[in-house]
C-alpha cells in the first residue's frame, strides 16, 4: 500500500511542476513581456530587463549550480542585461569529475530553475514574514491550489513594504521559474529517464520483504523527498499565482494602450 502511495505523490509532484511549468510561461508571456517597448532592443529593453533582472539571475545561477554538481565547469555565465541577445547563458566548461555523465548534466541543468526558485521564493516569502501557505489534495488539487490562492491575496498586507518587495520577487522570478524552450528540449528526456527509473526502483523496492532494511529506508527517504517537493511547489504555485492575479488586468490595459494583441 505505501508503495501505491508513493506513486500516487509521485504523480501529484508531477502535475504540480507541470502546472508551475504553466503559470510560469503565461507569467512571463502575457505579463512580463508586457513591459516590453515597441522597438525591442536586447531582449525588449532597458525596463524590461531590469525588472527581470533578479529572476533571471536565480535562473541562470540554477544552471550554473546544477552543472558544477553534476561535475562540468563553468564557461561563461551572463544574466540577461549584459547579454546581446537579452536572454541570460549559462554554458558549461569542461569536466571536473571523471564520473559526470553528459546528457545526465544538461538535463538537470534544464530543470534546475524550476525548484531553484521556488526555494528563493520560499526563503523570501520567510525572510519577509509573507503569509502564503497551500497544501496540495490528492483528491481535489485544483479546489485546494484555488483555496490557497484565494486566502494568500485575502492575508497579505498590502500597506506593507514587506508585501509589495516579495510581490515584485514573485512576478520576476516566477516568471523565470519555467524553463526556456531549449531548456525543455535538452530536460525532457532527462525527466523522463529519471521518472522512468524512479518508478522501476519503487516497485523492485516494493517486492522486498517489508522488514528489509533497504525497502524500510528507501520509501521512507522517497516519501520525505517528496513531501519536501509537494509544499515547494505547492508554495511556489500559491505564490506565483498570487502575483498573476495581481498583474494579469494591468497587462491587459497595458497591451491595449500600446495595442498589442
Excluded at 502546472?19 to 508571456?29: D, E, H, K, N, P
Excluded at 562540468?72 to 549559462?90: E, H, N, S, T, W
Excluded at 489534495?137 to 516579495?166: K, M
Aim: net charge positive; hydrophobic share 55%.
Amino acid at each position: 500500500m505505501l508503495a501505491n502511495e508513493l506513486f500516487l505523490k509521485l504523480a501529484l509532484v508531477a502535475g504540480q511542476a507541470a502546472m508551475l511549468f504553466l503559470l510560469s510561461r503565461a507569467l512571463f508571456v502575457w505579463v512580463l513581456q508586457a513591459l516590453a517597448s515597441r522597438k525591442p532592443r536586447r531582449g525588449g529593453g532597458w525596463v524590461l530587463q531590469l525588472v527581470r533582472l533578479p529572476g533571471n539571475l536565480v535562473h541562470e545561477l540554477s544552471h550554473a549550480v546544477a552543472f558544477l554538481l553534476a561535475g562540468y565547469r563553468i564557461r561563461r555565465l551572463v544574466p540577461c542585461i549584459f547579454d546581446r541577445a537579452g536572454a541570460g547563458a549559462c554554458q558549461p566548461g569542461p569536466r571536473w569529475s571523471p564520473l559526470a555523465i553528459p546528457w545526465l548534466a544538461v538535463g538537470l541543468a534544464a530543470l534546475a530553475p524550476l525548484v531553484s526558485g521556488a526555494l528563493v521564493l520560499y526563503a523570501a516569502a520567510r525572510w519577509l514574514d509573507i503569509p502564503l501557505g497551500a497544501t496540495l489534495s490528492s483528491e481535489v488539487p485544483h479546489r485546494s491550489i484555488l483555496e490557497g490562492l484565494y486566502r494568500g491575496l485575502g492575508a497579505l498586507d498590502y500597506g506593507s513594504w514587506h508585501t509589495w518587495l516579495f510581490l515584485y520577487l514573485a512576478f520576476t522570478i516566477g516568471a523565470e521559474l519555467a524553463p526556456s524552450s531549449t531548456d525543455v528540449r535538452l530536460g525532457l528526456p532527462t525527466l523522463l529517464a529519471l521518472g522512468v527509473l524512479t518508478a522501476a526502483v519503487l516497485v523492485a523496492t516494493s517486492q522486498l520483504p517489508p522488514t528489509s532494511p533497504f525497502r524500510v529506508t528507501m520509501l521512507r527517504e522517497t516519501t520525505a523527498g517528496l513531501a519536501w517537493l509537494d509544499r515547494l511547489f505547492s508554495f511556489a504555485l500559491v505564490a506565483t499565482g498570487v502575483v498573476t492575479a495581481l498583474t494579469f488586468l494591468p497587462a491587459a490595459l497595458l497591451r491595449t494602450a500600446r495595442g498589442q494583441g
